[in-house]
């Protein structure tokens, strides 16, 4: 059994999350709260901006889907390696071995690439929310084999935000981001997955008024997938 895709898989809550993608020809940075809720300092109080994906195959996505939704559109790593998108780096214990380096030469790092080294740690276990329990869930995160795009054209000030993470709105945040978009085209897209087969039509129809081109709108049909189907076949 594979224990990773060639494709990467951004999961999202709704079909109308899927067509704004599509529609816009770009996936949206949006600043995501990075706290652990053990710490209480600066280096575990930030949100940065971000577009995040999975890297697990379709027989294992089960629980992914039950936290973050059954709507997703996968696109290729080749893709995604040209774009700048990068494997998070996941650490046990109290501080990764990177937060220490940084640490010890904060006098050397500019502000920018400690901000930018350190939105691409994740702790291998943690909190998060699951649409599924509504809630927060203790999860082992390195499971999720996440994989981010960072802007890097981005200025210092809107790439790490100290927050508060009880009253943080990541949308109201995130705002000004747009313009950081993660550009594709659709050749780039490999699957669009759905929830259910019955929204298949629906879906294709919103399609017509985004993608004119007969041959491409064709060649996108034939890539969407449903969750009925991955639970039946893969």
């Known amino acids: 059994m594979t224990l990773n895709s060639e494709s990467l898989f951004h999961f999202t809550s709704s079909r109308e999350n899927i067509e704004s993608i599509l529609k816009d020809g770009f996936f949206w940075p949006i600043y995501c709260a990075e706290v ?27 629980e992914h889907t039950n936290d973050y939704g059954n709507y997703a559109i ?40 400690k901000a930018f080294w350190l939105s691409l740690l994740k702790k291998y276990r943690g909190k998060t929310w699951s649409l599924k329990e509504n809630g927060f869930k203790n999860k082992v995160l390195y499971n999720e084999r996440e994989w981010r795009y960072i802007p890097q054209n981005i200025p210092y000030k809107e790439l790490i935000l100290k ?20 550009k594709f085209t659709l050749e780039d897209i490999r699957y669009i997955i759905l929830d259910k087969e019955e929204e298949r039509i629906a879906f294709i129809n919103n399609l017509k008024k985004v993608i004119t081109d007969e041959y491409n709108l064709t060649i996108i049909c034939s890539k969407i997938l449903t969750i009925e189907q991955i639970k039946d076949d893969f």
């Open 163 to 182: 927050v508060d993470y009880s009253s943080f709105e990541k949308k109201d945040a995130s705002e000004n981001t747009r313009k950081y978009g993660l």
């Open 36 to 62: 652990d809720k053990e710490y209480k300092d600066h280096l575990h109080a930030c949100a940065f901006p971000m577009v995040c994906f999975c890297d697990i195959p379709l027989s294992q996505i089960e």
């Open 74 to 113: 996968a696109m290729s790593k080749e893709w995604a390696k040209k774009r700048g998108v990068s494997p998070v780096t996941y650490y046990t214990g109290s501080e990764s071995l990177a937060i220490k380096l940084l640490r010890r030469n904060e006098n050397i790092v500019s502000k920018k690439d």
